[in-house]
T-cell receptor, first 114, second 112 residues
Framework: SAVISQKPSRDICQRGTSLTIQCQVD?????MFWYRQQPGQSLTLIAT?????????ESGFVIDKFPISRPNLTFSTLTVSNMSPEDSSIYLC???????????FGPGTRLTVL | GQQLNQSPQSMFIQEGEDVSMNCTSS?????WLWYKQDPGEGPVLLIA?????ELTSNGRLTAQFGITRKDSFLNISASIPSDVGIYFC????????????FGTGTRLTIIP
């Protein structure tokens, strides 16, 4: 399986600020996704990060709030903008494709907004 | 967004017992995946199922892809302490490398 790292692993942020989360994979992958896991809940897909083009967002998620970059086949960033306490969640990236038919997850970024 | 219904929501069992959990959907999925999540970690893939009716094993774990394509089951035999965690099913309308819809999760606790 792919080796996926995320930075930061956790952060505590103030209301109104923004945080950029990085996802790095040890090999080239076709697909990269960003999920949100609210406290005690399941995972919900935020968007598919497309290399060289704008991300594809799921219903309820918008680019202004969650801008995403994917400059190459091994790296992506998710920014959580103008944060509020409701954004406190675990944010997870996942990857698939090229060598893998299944989807593998990174360790997650635990965000707390005060 | 859509979520898959997973049951039971939680289980309290003794070490050595067998465990069964299932996942149901109102929609058809073409791929079913089962993940386990430990505290502070991302989900780890346990089993992937690609064909209706398929029965697949991974050690003490066995999962089945329902014949209607609307459900899946996971069984764990002879549970051990490291089985503790949250189990999620996930479905894909395409292959497992496409976007996933997750189940509500089953929290497994082993009573000493």
């Amino acid at each position: 399986s792919a080796v996926i790292s995320q930075k930061p692993s956790r952060d505590i942020c103030q209301r109104g600020t923004s945080l950029t989360i990085q996802c790095q994979v040890d090999s080239q992958v076709t697909m990269m996704f960003w999920y949100r896991q609210q406290p005690g809940q399941s995972l919900t897909l935020i968007a598919t990060a497309n290399q060289g083009s704008e991300a594809t967002y799921e219903s309820g998620f918008v680019i202004d709030k969650f801008p995403i970059s994917r400059p190459n086949l091994t790296f992506s960033t998710l920014t959580v903008s103008n944060m509020s306490p409701e954004d406190s969640s675990i944010y997870l990236c996942s990857v698939s494709g090229q060598r893998y038919n299944e989807q593998f997850f990174g360790p997650g970024t635990r965000l707390t907004v005060l | 967004g859509q979520q898959l219904n997973q049951s039971p929501q939680s289980m309290f069992i003794q070490e050595g017992e067998d465990v069964s959990m299932n996942c149901t959907s109102s929609s058809i999925f073409n791929t079913w995946l089962w993940y386990k999540q430990d505290p502070g970690e991302g989900p780890v893939l346990l089993i992937a199922l690609y064909k209706a009716g398929e029965l697949t094993s991974n050690g003490r774990l066995t999962a089945q892809f329902g014949i209607t394509r609307k459900d899946s089951f996971l069984n764990i035999s002879a549970s051990i302490p490291s089985d503790v965690g949250i189990y999620f099913c996930a479905g894909s309308q395409g292959f497992g490398n496409e976007k996933l819809t997750f189940g509500t999760g089953t929290r497994l606790t082993i009573i000493p």
